[in-house]
């Protein structure tokens, strides 16, 4: 996480023998260890309750109901009739000669 290696380890622990003392080093220690685990249990209890309200929110919307309206409501339903008779073509001709002509 860190990228510290055992040698940046020993200079850490070492200044913090220096500055702190060997006899108060193992209550810091202690303290340090108590004030995570209580960070990441506030953390997680956390994230749980934001989950928890997400699958609420999820179940009032009904949100499969209304994916299924969007669905329905953006779906083109073209019925085209492609049985075009010589007459059609004719006339189309037709057109395209005096759009030419003008």
Do not use: C, H, Y
Request: aromatic residues 6%; proline residues 2%; negative net charge.
């Amino acid at each position: 996480m860190f990228d510290i290696g055992f040698f940046e380890l020993l200079v850490i622990m070492a200044i913090a023998v220096v500055v702190i003392g060997p006899q108060n080093l193992p209550k810091l220690a202690k303290a340090v260890g108590r004030g995570w685990g209580e960070f990441q249990q506030t953390f997680n209890s956390l994230k749980q309750d934001v989950l928890d309200e997400t699958e609420g929110l999820k179940q009032n919307i009904n949100i499969d109901a209304l994916e299924q309206d969007v669905v329905k409501a953006t779906k083109v339903d073209v019925d085209v009739n492609l049985d075009l008779s010589e007459k059609d073509f004719q006339i189309a001709g037709d057109l395209k000669k005096s759009q030419d002509k003008s």
